[in-house]
């Protein structure tokens, strides 16, 4: 898994490259960790390079979006493949997060917002 970091104003892109799989799912905690510590909760991930997410990575997205929200932020997805769409309903958690079809929209939200 390879994880670009952007940080655009007060937003931070990530953009995943790779399987969000056992390997992934630690190379996503790690960047996430670094992020949230830096104190930037204001975060789009951009799915489009991943061609799998695991169970794992599942619970580890829900565990960050916690964390993030709890310091009044949010992450919001972008670019969700039909498989990640699948899964995400099927375990429950697609109403956790907010998707967009590209990252300028996403970022556009958070903008607004401020």
């Known amino acids: 898994m390879h994880i670009e970091r952007k940080d655009m ?3 931070t892109v990530l ?3 790779g399987d969000l799989d ?3 799912v630690d190379a996503l905690r790690t960047e996430m ?3 949230i510590n830096a104190g930037r909760c204001k975060i789009v991930m951009n799915l489009a390079g991943v061609r799998f997410i695991s169970y794992m990575g599942v619970g580890v997205l829900v565990e960050r979006l916690r964390k993030v929200r709890a310091m ?3 992450v919001k997805l972008v670019s969700l493949n039909l498989y990640a769409e699948r ?3 099927m375990v429950g958690v697609s ?4 998707t967009y079809d590209s990252e300028s929209q996403a970022i556009g939200v958070y903008q607004e917002a401020a």
């Open 87 to 89: 899964l995400f309903r």
């Open 95 to 98: 109403s956790l997060f907010e």
């Open 22 to 24: 056992e390997r992934g």
């Open 15 to 17: 953009r995943l490259d």
């Open 72 to 74: 009044s932020g949010d």
């Open 9 to 11: 104003g007060a937003v």
């Open 33 to 35: 960790y670094n992020v």
